[in-house]
């Protein structure tokens, strides 16, 4: 039972440089998102997939773009990476939007130089 | 201010003893309460979760929520070294949304 399956757990990116971070669940979730954890620092969502279909901007939506593939998979794409962007990104799905728990994938620690 | 904020840590209490960890939230239409334990370097895992005012017990871990007062509490009885970690409150008001603390870190020292 895998869960919620990140891929890469590392990376290292110039500035300017893009790549997608892929995700992957196989707990037949409805919602699914992505956040950002810098150092010290709780999580802050940048974007959610509440169903398959739809998206939508979180709290740093700003340098990034999101798809929903299909119900497992939810991609993060970086078209112009920044120093700023350097963090650790948290791919994870509920059951339903909103109220129920979040299940965390392990987490891609990018570093953009 | 911050949408939800806990309390500064980090937070130490010896082995045996209750660590008390806190929560306030700004947004009065929150319904969905969470706690989070992530230890370093890893992933956050799921603790406790709340809905109703009250007290929720889970083996040695009890989370107390009051909506008046836009609090939320993570008790940890016998707290063992095993513990220590970060723990993070996430809070939902509006579907598709958890808004997460900072985190506070608790040491259990042996």
């Known amino acids: 039972n895998a869960g919620v399956t990140q891929t890469p757990k590392f990376q290292v990116l110039k500035t300017g440089q893009s790549m997608t971070l892929q995700c992957a669940q196989d707990m037949n979730h409805n919602s699914m998102y992505w956040y950002r954890q810098d150092p010290g620092m709780g999580l802050r969502l940048i974007y959610y997939?509440?169903?398959?279909?739809?998206?939508d901007k979180g709290e740093v939506p700003n340098g990034y773009n999101v798809s929903r593939l299909n119900k497992r998979e939810f991609s993060l794409r970086l078209e112009s990476a920044a120093p700023s962007q350097t963090s650790v990104y948290f791919c994870?799905?509920?059951?339903?939007?909103?109220?129920?728990?979040?299940?965390f994938g392990n987490g891609t620690r990018l570093t953009v130089t | 201010q911050k949408e939800v904020e806990q309390n500064s840590g980090p937070l130490s209490v010896p082995e045996g003893a209750i660590a008390s960890l806190n929560c306030t939230y700004s947004?009065?239409?929150?319904?969905?309460f969470f706690w989070y334990r992530q230890y370093s370097g890893k992933s956050p895992e799921l603790i406790m979760f709340i809905y109703s005012n009250g007290d929720k017990e889970d083996g040695r871990f009890t989370a107390q929520l009051n909506k008046a007062s836009q609090y939320v509490s993570l008790l940890i009885r016998d707290s063992q070294p095993s513990d220590s970690a970060t723990y993070l409150c996430a809070v939902s008001a509006n579907a598709g949304k958890s808004t997460f603390g900072d985190g506070t870190t608790l040491t259990v020292k042996p």
């Open positions: 997939s509440a169903s398959e279909g739809t998206t």
């Open positions: 994870a799905s509920s059951e339903g939007a909103g109220e129920s728990p979040l299940h």
């Open positions: 947004d009065r239409g929150s319904q969905s």
